[in-house]
């Protein structure tokens, strides 16, 4: 077995408030050996995901956080580079879940394999894969959007809120896509295809996203929270659905900001409106993912959809990429290239 390197970015220490790099660190150490029964794993791909800075974070959540001093964890796509397990063989490439670092082994529980003749093996992190499932269930399932209806949207450039937008058109509704910046508000209208798309960070954003949903909003898709919420809030028509798919104007907040307690009055409009709010996360919808596999595909294969990636290169530059995630510095899904020869 050659001598392989593993380099892995690992927790440094937990963020309070906005993370700075100094919370993670490059190690490197030898590369696991696998045992029988297990793979070897090369990782080809990186996803970087929002979901990341709950794990940075020992609060209470759906899902454990990563411990101090262990790499931090991620969706990748990996080569097999060596295989004890009946299964797979070196070269097969499969989606797998081996975190911020060159190597790792598995004994091939939750890997999937990949066919590049297909689809691009990186859009198994993105619009084939669990942020795309994630628009497509929170939408259908949620959403539950009708021809003629206004679906509103918000980090409408990233692998969940393009294709929102898109199943909406799909399914004959006005979407209107709200981001950061001119940029990104033409890649909406002019390669997503979306209605209208309105830029969160104008001072006169709450008119302008009035003026683009005149009819109001029958499902708003919430990705953010904060201003952006706020501006929705009011055109909220009657048996609005609203799938709270994220909230990622909050993730880096320590206290709750200052003002009236404003409970009562999402509650006399969650009653007077007949609203429907409902929090989900991805796999709660596990048992859709064949016809997520399948529409999506066909949608893709049809010109029905696209998508758009934002590629970095190198697992060091993993830390500074994912704190511009948290920025909207990204356009599009945010994926690490690991591409590093095997040594020895
Ligand atoms: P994106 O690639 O869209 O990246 C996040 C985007 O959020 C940024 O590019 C930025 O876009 C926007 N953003 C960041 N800060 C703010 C802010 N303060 N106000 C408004 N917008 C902001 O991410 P994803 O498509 O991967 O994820 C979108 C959302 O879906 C996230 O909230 C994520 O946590 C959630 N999610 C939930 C899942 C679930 O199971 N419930 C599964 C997967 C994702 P811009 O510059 O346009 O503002």
Redesign the pocket.
């Known amino acids: 077995m050659p001598n392989r390197t593993n380099h892995k970015i690992v927790l440094a220490s937990r963020p309070e408030g906005a993370p700075q790099p100094s919370k993670f660190r490059l190690e490197q150490s030898p590369a696991p050996e696998p045992r029988d029964g297990q793979v070897l794993l090369r990782t080809l791909w990186l996803s970087l995901?929002?979901?990341m800075r709950g794990r940075m974070s020992a609060a209470r959540s759906y899902a454990k956080p990563v411990e101090v001093g262990e790499p931090m964890v991620g969706g990748t796509v990996n080569e097999v580079v060596a295989s004890k397990h009946p299964d797979f063989k070196p070269g097969d490439v499969v989606l797998g879940y081996a975190g911020w670092q060159d190597y790792a082994v598995s004994d091939g529980a939750g890997l999937r394999k990949l066919d590049a003749r297909r689809a691009p093996v990186s859009t198994a992190l993105g619009v084939l894969g669990?942020?795309g499932m994630?628009a497509y269930t929170?939408l259908l399932t949620i959403g539950q959007p009708k021809g003629g209806e206004t679906v509103a949207v918000?980090?409408?450039?990233?692998?969940?809120?393009s294709l929102v937008g898109q199943i909406a058109k799909i399914k004959g509704c006005r979407a209107v896509g709200?981001?950061?910046?001119q940029d990104?508000c033409r890649y909406l209208a002019e390669e997503f295809g979306f209605d209208a798309a309105v830029d969160?960070r104008s001072k006169n954003f709450p008119d302008e996203l009035r003026q683009a949903c005149p009819k109001g909003i029958d499902v708003y898709f919430e990705?953010?929270g904060?201003?952006?919420w706020d501006a929705v809030f009011p055109l909220l028509n009657d048996f609005a659905r609203i799938p709270v798919?994220?909230?990622?104007?909050q993730y880096n907040m320590t206290e709750l900001p200052a003002g009236p307690d404003r409970t009562p009055q999402l509650f006399r409009q969650v009653l007077t409106k007949r609203l429907t709010i409902r929090g989900?996360?991805?796999?709660d919808f596990a048992d859709q993912a064949e016809a997520f596999g399948r529409d999506v595909s066909a949608w893709l294969k049809q010109g029905k959809i696209k998508y758009k990636e934002d590629v970095v290169e190198g697992l060091e530059n993993a830390p500074q990429a994912f704190l511009g995630?948290?920025?909207?510095?990204?356009f599009?899904?945010?994926l690490i290239r690991v591409v590093r020869q095997v040594e020895g």
């Open positions: 995901d929002p979901y669990m942020p994630t929170g918000a980090a409408a450039t990233g692998p969940v809120g709200i981001a950061g910046g990104k969160h990705n953010v904060g201003a952006v798919c994220g909230l990622i104007a989900f996360i991805v796999r995630l948290l920025q909207g510095k990204n599009g899904k945010l």
